[in-house]
């Protein structure tokens, strides 16, 4: 029986464990939680979730064990559970620049750590989550951390040194796409076409694009050419995409994002 626990209920913890509860695997875990709102892990409790008192219950009762807190509860919470880390325990940090060192150190110095950066649309179990398995964890419990997280859509193992680098390419990268999009449907607004409307055919053709970003087997530039006939409308918009210079203005957000993960590093 393979015995899951979070410490922290909000969304991302949440969708997580109902994620795990979803999956084929669900019959053979036990699931368990803490959060300061009691209200959340009771709700839960219809999910098959166990509510626990404690961060330190959770430890006593789960091997793996999610840190879903914001990176400033990390003192706090790593303080309060360090008695209940032990050699077998995993633990599974889903912040944004915190390291596996910084976690033992604030535990045990063998403690188990597998780095994850998920994104939003996991709540819809849609996500695009990179991990990181940082020694001793072994590698049966890095992919049993990593079937979880392909529940709720899929995954990819990066090394420990790029963790921050992934942040702008999936974590942070939803908030870019939304901003894109609602240059597109205030456009349309402007031009006396509702929301209602121009949100739902935007919506699908992004959907429609990544699709044929990931299987048609075409590379991007040839996608860009299936779309652009010559002298057409699609190539008179591209050309001020390419005069705003929006592939250095990509490659500029993402670098911002790096920097300022190293900046918030622990």
Known sequence: MTTVGSIGAGNMGTAI????LGSKAAQETQVFAYDPSTERTEQLRADGVTPCASGVEVLAKAKYVFLAVKPQM?????????????????????AAG????YIRSKTRPDAKVVLVMPNTPLLLGAGASALACCPPTTQEEFETVRGFFD???????????KMK??????????????????AFVDYAAGEGISPE?????????????????????????????????????????????YAGKLEQTVDECCRACTKRAYELSK
């Open 151 to 161: 529940a709720c859509g899929i995954s990819a193992q990066l090394p420990e040194d």
């Open 165 to 182: 680098e992934i942040i702008a390419i999936n974590g942070s990268s939803p908030a870019f796409i939304y901003l894109f999009a609602k």
């Open 17 to 20: 464990l109902k994620g795990i």
């Open 98 to 101: 915190i390291t596996a060192d």
């Open 197 to 241: 409307t121009s949100l739902p055919l935007f919506a699908q053709s992004l959907i429609g694009s990544a699709k044929m970003l990931t299987e048609s087997g075409y590379t991007i530039e040839e996608l860009i050419r299936m779309v652009s006939s010559p002298g057409g409308t699609t190539l008179a918009g591209l050309d001020k995409l």
């Open 74 to 94: 990390f003192d706090t919470v790593l303080d309060e559970i360090r008695e209940g880390v032990t050699a077998d325990t995993v633990l599974i940090s889903i």
